[in-house]
């Protein structure tokens, strides 16, 4: 089992920057691909960036590209997601998921945070 808790999340004026922070807790959480989902109103869940197990791999969505970075600190069990150049269309819940196998799709991953509000005004 995974345990995880967002925080970090807020309200932002559109262009400026915010950073998301993820604590895992269980047993080998470093065994885990660590990544990010976000879901605004109306709309499905969808893939933010993940980052692997030893940190040197990372994927982000179309979406995000150049502008967000996900990282990972395996002796704190955290992972990390700095938000740069925030754009009103980023407003949604955003969640940290875990998973030994993971990719870029929801059904992936079997750990999920709470989640935490990010609200981009224009």
């Known amino acids: 089992q995974v345990q995880l808790i967002e925080s970090g999340g807020g309200l932002v004026q559109a262009g400026g920057s915010l950073r998301l922070s993820c604590a895992a807790s269980?047993?080998?959480?470093?065994?885990?691909?660590l990544a990010w989902f976000r879901q605004g109103p109306g709309n499905e869940r969808q893939f933010v960036g993940a980052?692997?197990?030893?940190?040197?791999?990372?994927a982000y969505g179309d979406s995000v590209k150049g502008r967000f970075t996900i990282s990972r600190d395996n002796a704190k069990n955290t992972v990390d997601l700095q938000m740069n150049s925030l754009k009103p269309e980023d407003t949604a819940v955003y969640y940290c998921?875990?998973?030994?196998?993971?990719?870029?799709?929801?059904?992936?991953?079997?750990?999920w945070g709470q989640g935490t509000q990010v609200t981009v005004s224009s």
């Open positions: 980052i692997n197990r030893s940190g040197s791999s990372t």
């Open positions: 269980g047993r080998t959480v470093n065994r885990y691909t």
């Open positions: 998921a875990a998973s030994l196998y993971g990719d870029s799709t929801v059904g992936t991953y079997n750990f």
